[in-house]
């Protein structure tokens, strides 16, 4: 045994505890296995979740681009605007 695993007690719906020990076994999954399955992916979401709120709060890390005034600029101002217009249905 993995000596960074420890044994634990929890308390479940009886009927609910039967239904998954069930699903386990039907998928050829020690319960265990599938319990450390759920709370990892449960813990990766809370994580991701984390990460995405502080960069939403966080400033860039790059200078703005200053738009020159060339024909080039101009052409893919107007056509990113286009396509605003496109995705926003105007």
């Known amino acids: 045994m993995d ?14 505890w039967e239904k998954f020990k069930e699903y386990a076994r039907r998928r050829g999954i020690k319960v265990s ?6 709370i990892k992916e449960v813990l990766v979401d809370d994580l ?9 709060d966080a400033e860039p890390d790059f200078e703005p681009v200053i ?10 101002r107007k056509m990113r605007n286009e396509r605003g217009d496109l995705l926003s249905g105007h």
Not at 33 to 38: C, D, P, R
Not at 48 to 56: A, H, N, V, W
Not at 68 to 75: A, E, G, M, T, Y
């Open 3 to 16: 000596m960074s695993k420890f044994k634990t007690n929890i308390y479940i719906d009886r009927k609910l």
């Open 33 to 38: 296995h599938l319990i450390e399955g759920l």
């Open 48 to 56: 991701l979740d984390d990460l995405i709120c502080e960069e939403r």
């Open 67 to 76: 738009p020159r005034n060339d024909p080039v600029s101009d052409l893919v």
